[in-house]
């Protein structure tokens, strides 16, 4: 089973910037992050397949830009012009496959969470 290590998660004012860094134990295919507020449903935010195509879900599009390092296993999120609905835990997931890049029951193995606080 992979180990997945998020860090980078952090309070800013809206309109700043964070980065967020996921490294897996060994390289796996698919990557993905994820992201949960209180009272709300867990979001796919970004993926990266196993041919590097990215995905994003609508609402970070423009916003955040997904990259990996597979020489490091590490998942990067690039997030700026950040908005207070951007608030959540944020989680890294990863499998061999993703059919569906955004959905989570794709992953077998997710990383505890970093959160990011945006404030008004």
């Known amino acids: 089973q992979v180990q997945l290590a998020e860090s980078g998660g952090g309070s800013v004012q809206a309109g700043g910037s964070l980065r967020l860094s996921c490294v897996a134990s060994?390289?796996?295919?698919?990557m993905a992050w994820f992201r949960q507020a209180p009272g709300k449903e867990q979001e796919g935010v970004a993926a990266?397949?196993?041919?590097?195509?990215?995905y994003y879900t609508r609402d970070v599009q423009g916003r955040f830009t997904a990259s990996k390092d597979n020489a490091r296993s590490t998942l990067i999120l690039q997030m700026n012009v950040l908005k207070p609905e951007d608030t959540a835990k944020y989680y890294c997931?990863?499998?061999?496959?993703?059919?569906?890049?955004?959905?989570?029951?794709?992953?077998?193995?997710w990383g505890p969470g970093t959160q990011v606080t945006v404030s008004s």
């Open positions: 997931a990863a499998d061999f496959q993703c059919p569906a890049p955004l959905r989570a029951s794709d992953y077998r193995n």
């Open positions: 060994y390289d796996i295919g698919c």
């Open positions: 990266i397949d196993r041919r590097g195509h990215i």
